[in-house]
């Protein structure tokens, strides 16, 4: 199966927002978009004090495997080219339906629906490849999206390991 060519357009406080397959070609505008989320939205995001991605993390982020993965981005346009103000990927689990899901949006775009537009048009590349559930992992702390994940419907429990630490957010997303 060939990776969609997905885009859609959105306005936010009037400005034009593409969300997009990322690609190859997208590697420098991901580097530079983790590097400058502030260290909190880093670690909601990584669950760890990651600064930039590394080489084998941006391979990874901007080779999408469709329909093992999938990653879309929102843009803005930006002098000749554009940059990256949120990314939302989908990793299927081997052998099944299911898939873990993670979003992050900038942080001065954060609260504007960026997020769960990214969500709702990855759901429907997710569906076109099979997948039937989305779930996460979500640190307490990460309020937003947690408001995110109740606003689209998605269950949000303790994870398995009962320390408190780490939400579970899961959701059917057929049909």
Do not use: C
Not at 14 to 28: C, E, W
Not at 84 to 107: C, H, K, L, N, S
Not at 108 to 126: H, M, P, S, V, Y
Not at 157 to 172: C, F, H, N, V
Request: hydrophobic share 40%; aromatic share 8%; net charge negative.
């Amino acid at each position: 199966m060939s990776i969609p060519e997905y885009q859609d357009m959105l306005a936010v406080d009037g400005i034009a927002v593409t969300i997009r397959t990322m690609r190859p070609s997208d590697r420098d505008i991901e580097a530079r978009f983790v590097a400058e989320l502030s260290p909190t939205s880093r670690y909601y995001r990584f669950h760890s004090a990651l600064k930039e991605l590394d080489t084998a993390m941006l391979e990874r982020f901007t080779h999408v495997n469709y329909p093992q993965d999938m990653a879309l981005i929102a843009t803005i346009p930006e002098g000749a080219g554009e940059r990256e103000i949120g990314v939302a990927r989908f990793a299927r689990y081997p052998d099944t339906d299911r898939a873990e899901i993670a979003v992050v949006v900038d942080d001065a775009w954060q609260g504007k629906g960026i997020g769960a537009r990214l969500l709702l048009d990855l759901r429907t590349l997710a569906v076109t490849a099979g997948i039937r559930h989305f779930e996460a992992s979500i640190l307490p702390g990460n309020k937003r999206m947690l408001e995110l994940a109740r606003t689209l419907g998605f269950t949000v429990r303790e994870a398995y390991s009962g320390d408190g630490q780490t939400l579970e957010m899961g959701k059917e997303i057929d049909g």
